[in-house]
């Protein structure tokens, strides 16, 4: 029989802290980069939004073999970072955090983009008559009538980060308290027929998709009826 | 005294064309552009309001809003702008959208009294109806103390009791204010009750210059052009 007592739950600790700082560190790059493609009529924009999207398409072997190859030692970037700032980028949690961030990205800019284009854009003018700059219009304006787009673009980030399983691999590897996060303790365990152990991760992990995807759509429901009722 | 020499080329639903115009308007004035829809009204609003951009000068009380490609960001200039779809911030309340342009408390109680708005300050935006929203705005657009006031079709939305109301509240704050206001408009009823002067536009240029009198006396590419 199986102990539950004895369950190792550091591999989920992990990887709450692998999407939680990826979530934080893509919602601040994601802004400006959403915000700019929501109001740009460049002819590059096309190419940004493709680059964006990349990570949605890719098998995640392709990107993380990428990841890997910028971020080890002997390139350019890898080298920098470790000889320079002696931070380890592969087989590290750091290296974890960067390759999410790319993995992630499109969960993150995308909500936020297509909430920002739905903005009335006579709303947005109105702040800037009103005296008020970009940064402020943003906070101020745009992201308070967005909210279904920014909690969806959080949780999903935050979810996608949590069950990432080919990049993590790849580029981190699976190290004790350091690289071996959910998705690859599930891995693990099936690889040593430990099925038990396996059935319970996996059953968390069901759990906790189900549970954070209902939450965004009660959310945007509510505010849906919010909006009516008002 | 305001000066606007501006020329831009408009691809719109009378096909392409260029808006290019001339005039001066005084200080206090209360002037109406009327036309038919795609005659240029709207986009001479938005230039004026540095929301779009155009080629030629723009001086408002001797300061320079535009002069050549040089033009003075919308945030720098004093304008006060009424949206025909309102434009309100969805996620404030009444009070709160006027004191985000300006956080006078006591211009904000007078502004909503005027306007009798009062009850409703702490109400959110968004439960409001069409002619409440529309005050708001109004409301808003003053709170900067602006020197020109711009309008883009303010009453259209609104029923004909609403207009009516909403049109002696756009000339109580003209008055007690003392702004320059230019107002787009298809109502030549309205246009005829608020102007102390008309502009017609047609494809872009100004057929028409005067008195609510001259020009609804004035000779028929006038009405014509107004369809009325």
Known sequence: ?230 | MIDIEIQKALHGSQGDMRLDVKLQIEKGEFVVLLGQSGSGKTTLLRVLAGLERAAGNITVENVIWLQNQKMLPPQQREIGFVFQDYALFDNMSVEENLLYVNEDRALTKRLLKLTELTQLSSRNVKGLSGGQKQRVSLCRAMMKKPKLLLMDEPLSALDQAMRIKLKDEILKLHKTFGTTTIMVSHDSAVSYQLADRILVLDHGKVIADGSPDEIFTKASTVTYSLNI
């Open chain 1, 1 to 230: 029989m199986f102990d539950i007592a004895s369950l190792d739950l550091a591999p989920f600790m992990l990887s709450f802290k692998l999407a939680g700082i990826t979530t934080l560190i893509l919602f601040v790059l994601s802004l400006p980069l959403a915000w700019y493609l929501s109001q740009t009529h460049s002819k590059a924009k096309p190419i940004l939004e493709a680059v964006t999207a990349l990570p949605i398409v890719l098998p995640p072997s392709v990107l993380g073999f990428y990841i890997l190859v910028v971020l080890s030692p002997n390139s350019a970037v890898g080298g920098f970072f470790e000889d320079l700032l002696g931070v380890k980028l592969v087989f590290s949690f750091t290296g974890l955090v960067v390759a999410s961030c790319f993995y992630s990205l499109p969960f993150m800019v995308q909500p936020l983009q297509s909430g920002f284009e739905s903005l009335n854009k006579h709303m947005l003018e109105a702040s800037y008559l009103a005296g008020k700059s970009k940064l402020q219009t943003v906070f101020k304006v745009a992201l308070p009538n967005i909210k279904p787009s920014l909690i969806t673009a959080l949780i999903i980030t935050f979810a996608h980060t949590v069950g990432e399983f080919g990049v993590v691999l790849m580029v981190g590897g699976s190290i004790p308290g350091e690289t071996k996060v959910a998705s690859v303790a599930i891995y693990e365990m099936v690889e040593v027929m430990e099925y038990g152990t396996a059935h319970i991760y996996s059953a968390i992990m069901v759990l906790m998709s189900f549970l954070v995807l209902l939450a965004v759509y009660v959310f945007n429901h509510q505010q849906k009826k919010i909006g009516i009722l008002r």
